[in-house]
């Protein structure tokens, strides 16, 4: 077995330096802890970025997957199988909403599907531009990028082939001044993940459901952080009951496995013709039975009434400590951000890394706080426990 510097030093010479060189190297997890290549262990409260729903090595997860594996590994979409359409009904059945589905690998495929759909609805109706937020994050392909408001990330790649148009997140004003009836659609996330888990004022998608209506221009909600349970509801649109028209997912829908979708409600549904979209891999058996197994273990063990509880008792904990540092928290469910009073995010994960917990430096000012769905209130009561120190660490740092 390789030691982990001895793993950083040979990934380092074989990646490109997109990702810098981890400062970790993970070989287990068990439940919401994790050991790097050094024996060290971790309680995990990154997830993989909200992704491991179930946290690492659960028996649902592994027996689905490895029974599909074994069955049945993949089709193509030249010919169709049980998982995928199961996955697809039990969907739409969460969404109690009549629609289509189409299922991808990642996230930015879901919003590729989603941009596609926008484009062909605009064509048909003389709609040339879209809108999307300002520090909005929706992937790193180029029609993804494109939709992408976060000014580092995307000008480098710029000019893109699209007219996009971004406002300020949550400014309903903003939005109403800049949706007209020349607008296919309107993309938003319904809290900015990668923003730093920013969740916008309190009926801010009532006005864009109405500004949508208004307009004729879709709603695209990019649900790919927020949905499946994360912020203790099957998807983040449904504490304020307001339904977009298309629907991204992908993260914690896997619990690992790497599998999306985008959904159209009603008429955005049928927007695509035979041959208009799709891929080798999307829907892939082993993907759908890791979905399906995820969405049957939230649903028997009640995790989304664990999610909702155990993340109200972890962001009073952490409100109610106090430290020049800590500015306070934000998010709801299991999906917050520790805000600092300074920039210094990259010293509390690394401080938090020391001290035996994985955060994520999510923003300069903000530490990214999206444990799997599983994990207990004990688990969470030793990070904030543990956190007044951890900030202490920090601020020698600072
Ligand atoms: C992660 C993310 C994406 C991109 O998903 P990938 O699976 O990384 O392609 C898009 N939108 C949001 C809101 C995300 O959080």
Redesign the pocket.
């Known amino acids: 077995m390789s030691t982990s510097e001895e793993l950083r030093k040979r990934y380092e010479a074989a990646f490109m330096p997109n990702y810098g060189v981890p400062p970790v190297a993970l070989v287990r997890g068990e439940g919401c802890r994790v050991w790097d290549a050094d024996g060290t262990g971790y309680l995990d409260l990154i997830a993989g970025?909200?992704t491991s729903s179930l946290g690492h090595g659960h028996p649902a997860l592994a027996e689905a997957v490895s029974r599909q594996v074994a069955t049945l590994a993949h089709t193509s979409n030249l010919f169709l199988h049980e998982p995928e359409v199961l996955l697809a009904e039990r969907l739409l059945d969460l969404l109690g909403a009549p629609g289509r589905v189409f299922l991808t690998?990642?996230?930015?495929?879901?919003?590729e599907c989603a941009l596609k759909l926008a484009i062909k609805y605009g064509r048909t109706t003389g709609r040339g531009y879209l809108v999307a937020a300002e520090n909005?994050?929706?992937?790193?392909?180029m029609g993804?990028l494109s939709l992408t408001g976060k000014h580092a990330i995307r000008e480098p790649f710029g000019p893109f082939g699209m007219d996009v148009r971004f406002v300020p997140y949550g400014d309903a004003a903003a939005l109403r001044a800049a949706v007209t009836a020349e607008c296919a659609a309107v993309f938003l996330?319904p809290t900015?993940?990668?923003g730093g888990v920013v969740p916008p004022p309190a009926g801010y998608f009532t006005a864009v459901r109405e500004i949508c209506d208004t307009t004729g221009a879709l709603l695209v909600a990019?649900?790919?952080?927020?949905a499946i349970g994360r912020t203790g509801a099957w998807f983040a649109h449904q504490h304020e009951g307001v339904r977009p028209d298309i629907l991204?997912l992908?993260?914690g829908l896997g619990g690992g496995l790497?599998v999306?979708a985008c959904i159209g409600l009603g008429p955005a549904g049928g927007l695509f013709a035979k041959g208009d979209h799709g891929s080798t891999f999307g829907g892939n058996p082993v993907a759908t039975a890791a979905a399906l197994a995820v969405l049957d273990t939230i649903e028997r063990d009640g995790l989304l009434a664990h999610v909702a509880e155990v993340g109200t008792g972890f962001a009073a904990a952490l409100a109610a400590i106090e430290h020049p540092l800590l500015a306070g928290v934000r998010g709801r469910g299991l999906w917050r951000a520790a805000v600092l009073t300074r920039n210094g995010s990259g010293a509390v994960e690394a401080a938090a890394r020391t001290a035996g917990f994985l955060v994520n430096a999510v923003q300069p000012d903000a530490v990214r706080l999206a444990p799997p769905l599983v994990i207990t209130a004990a688990e969470l009561a030793s990070f904030t426990d543990a956190l007044p120190a951890i900030l202490d660490q920090a601020t020698k740092e600072l």
């Open positions: 970025i909200a690998n990642s996230g930015t495929e879901a919003n909005g994050f929706h992937g790193r392909s993804a996330e900015q993940g990668e990019d649900e790919i952080q927020s991204t992908a993260k790497p999306g």
